[in-house]
């Protein structure tokens, strides 16, 4: 397992970034894993990249905890998707597929 930092921050209230654990495993396939306190992200973009998504993600959901007054309870899941042909045919459901080849994303809720 290989561990990154990624920086928390709290907006544009100067608050001093709090560092973010981010582990990089294996996930899929020959994709990466990126996994953070509240994401687990599966993607084909660059390592530098995926890592300042995740840090956006956890500084988007600080924001919004902050906001609807909780914190996050449970790990949110996803694939970011920049080239379908490194994604084993077996990963992407079709539903996402087509939304993805038609240029956009999809939400699919889940639970367990």
Not at 31 to 39: H, T
Not at 84 to 87: D, L, N, Q, T, Y
């Given at each position: 397992m290989h561990v990154q930092q990624a920086i928390q921050s709290d907006g544009a209230r100067g608050k001093k970034p709090q560092p973010v654990e981010v582990r990089v495993e294996a996930g899929p396939g020959n994709?990466?894993?990126?996994?953070?306190?509240?994401?687990a992200v599966?993607?084909?973009l660059p390592a530098e990249e995926a890592q300042d998504l995740v840090q956006r993600l956890e500084t988007m959901l600080v924001?919004?905890?902050k906001y609807w007054g909780k914190p996050n309870s449970?790990?949110?899941d996803m694939y970011v998707v920049r080239d379908?042909?490194?994604?084993p045919a077996s990963v992407l459901d079709g539903e996402g597929l087509q939304h993805i080849r038609a240029g956009g994303g999809v939400t699919v809720g889940r639970t367990a």
């Open positions: 994709l990466p894993l990126y996994r953070s306190r509240n994401f599966v993607t084909d924001l919004i905890s449970q790990s949110i379908e042909a490194k994604w």
